[in-house]
């Protein structure tokens, strides 16, 4: 397993925008199968001892992820996501904003691109966040994003080292 993989994260308050790039030691196949199959972003997105628990998902243009972040003593913390743009292995984009547990939007929510190219046999995959509002970008910071998305990231690695294994 590589050390010192590339991991950025930029708030711009001015653009309301956050931007974050991380560098895999894995496969682009496998990374985006970690950002896109249900099974595999439960293992990983939520940072520990956090967990995460999607109630349904479909990974199509138009369709949907409405999921919860759960806390050690079980206090949920759900989003959802609706898919808006897809081109598989390359690109993503999604519409995210918390909700309730009966999947009532708390708006305004925050776009999100991802990016994906491989650079040897190493993986990038950039991400951009924009927030319809920089409260809710605030917000975001206040609840700790930062570090939660760190911890996440190195979950992911984690669980990326070992599917390399299995192939």
């Known amino acids: 397993m590589t050390t010192n993989l590339l991991f950025d994260l930029i708030v711009d308050k001015t653009t309301k925008k956050v931007f974050i790039t991380r560098e895999f030691d894995a496969e682009l196949s496998l990374v985006w199968d970690a950002f896109t199959t249900q099974e595999l972003l439960d293992q990983w997105v ?6 995460s628990k999607t109630k349904h998902m479909n990974f199509e243009v138009g369709g949907r992820r409405f999921y919860a972040m759960v806390s050690p003593d079980g206090m949920e913390r759900w989003a959802i996501q609706r898919y808006t743009s897809i081109t598989p ?5 999604m519409f995210n904003a918390f909700a309730d547990k ?24 950039n991400i951009t966040i924009y927030n319809e509002s ?7 910071i206040e609840m700790g994003f930062k570090e939660g998305y760190a911890a996440s990231m190195q979950n992911l690695e984690a669980l990326l080292a070992t599917l390399s294994q299995r192939q």
Do not use: C, H, Q
């Open 134 to 140: 920089l409260a809710r970008l605030e917000k975001m």
């Open 89 to 93: 292995k390359t690109n993503f984009k």
């Open 46 to 51: 939520a940072p520990k001892p956090w967990m």
């Open 102 to 125: 009966d999947e009532n939007p708390e708006l305004p929510g925050s776009d999100w691109e991802y990016n994906f190219s491989e650079e040897g046999e190493r993986t990038i995959v």
